[in-house]
């Protein structure tokens, strides 16, 4: 079979694509299709280690688990970290190559194309079927030079495109039709037809909308997707879901995390927030962390120095400080982790802006960044209950101190991590060690919860992309979608 893709693209950020790409990945797969899931450029601290090594964004990750396909660097060849609103740390083919602000990257993407396109081969040459996720907008058109990311790559390696508009945005018709008038008219012919996302309520209701955008535009609706409750019950994809945090569950364990402005690998959180027992809150910039937490949890970050002045500009210092020295519990991971300790050095800016800074001082221990940067899969066991863990280091640094000594897991036979001498501090490297049931159930009983004996949660994940799937399928024209895909090199009539 000749292998064939298709690209999802949206009318701007956050209208779906992600989880779009995820359903379609999911029921291709069901399909009997072999299926592989590219994204040619992401921006995002949230990464996840590629057991044949390298990282790649977490939505690929997710999408290759649609897939039922490990993560593999060819899914997301470019990758952008940001370090601070200007700057971000390159990665390539799933290795960080260097640091760059925005002006010299916009300046010099093209240059990348090569390995975007080297990825998107290998892939179409192992695949029946890639599904392409794009990344912002294409009506984003100041940007189109040198564009690797949306249409430069629709055009570049001949795939056709559905383009998604999200109508709980609101102007949904709008930005459809709008699209269209600013596109190059070589760019809207790749586009084969458009879905609706997010829709509420009867989609009859839609209907002469639907037609009004088919009449102005001359591309086909696939169909008008509803709100899909499953999307809940999927790892974090992006920052972006952060910024209007949930309600608060109610449940026994009060956990609180605050929001970094370069946090990391924050999916970290998402089988907490599962569990029926724990009552877990992201604590936005300009509050304080509520004092009847429980548990405060120090997630990641791109960038340890940055975050931990960011984390002191809210007063969350004192915060914290002041959590623990009532008896309270901390976690740290990663980023956070470190800046539990002692003193954080990084005289060459291997994280970020070179410097030095005091930690909060809950851990007695001290980290120096250095340049070489560790992503790997890992497995291993708590060494307090036993329990066994697996998941993924992704960081740069050395951490070292007494409170090492009580290291909170053993990893492919060393220790990692670090716990104050009441063990109500502690920090570890290690990502992902909540979706292991036994380790999340007894790290919860610890810390004074309890857990959902019968969660099993990356079941749940699974379940959901299936739900997901089913939805997905059910409000569009599935085959018209699928068959819109063609094989690369494609060009529109």
Known sequence: ???????????????????????????????????????????????????????????????????????????????????????????????????????????????????????????????????????????????????????????????????????????????????????????AAMIAGFLINKFRGDPALFHEGMKAIESRTGWPCFGIIPWLEATAHLPAEDAITLETPAARSGGHLKIAAPMLSRMANFDDADPLKQEPGVDFHWVPPGRPIPRDSDVIILFGTKSTLGDLAFLRAQGWDHDIIAHARAGGRALGICGGYQMLGRRIIDPDGIDGAPGEAAGLGLLNIETWMTSDKRVSPVTGRCTTSQAPVSGYEIHTGQTAGPDTARCVFTLEGQPDGARSADGHVEGTYLHGAFTGDAFRQAWLERSGGHADPSLSYETAVDQALDRLADGVEAATNIDALLDSAQPPGWTPA
């Open 1 to 187: 079979m000749t292998a064939r893709a298709l690209m999802l693209q949206g009318t701007g950020s956050d209208v779906g694509k992600s989880v779009l790409t995820a359903a379609l990945c999911r029921i291709a797969k069901r399909r009997g299709y072999s299926v592989a899931p590219f994204k040619p450029q992401n921006m995002s601290n949230n990464a996840a280690a590629c057991p044949s090594g390298g990282e790649i964004g977490r939505a690929q990750a997710l999408q290759a688990l649609a897939c039922g396909l490990d993560p593999y660097t060819d899914f997301n060849p470019i990758l952008l970290k940001p370090e601070t609103d200007r700057r971000a740390q390159l990665v390539v083919h799933g290795k960080a190559v260097t640091a760059m602000d925005a002006d010299h990257y916009m300046a010099h993407r093209g240059d990348l194309m090569g390995h975007v396109m080297e990825s998107f081969d290998r892939l179409t040459a192992a695949h029946d079927l890639v599904i392409v996720e794009g990344a912002g907008s294409p009506s984003e058109i100041n940007l189109r030079e040198r564009d690797i990311a949306n249409m430069g790559f629709a055009r570049r390696a001949g795939v056709p495109v559905c383009l998604i508009g999200d109508i709980n945005k609101g102007g949904v018709i709008a930005s459809l039709v709008g699209t269209k008038s600013v596109l190059d008219p070589d760019d």
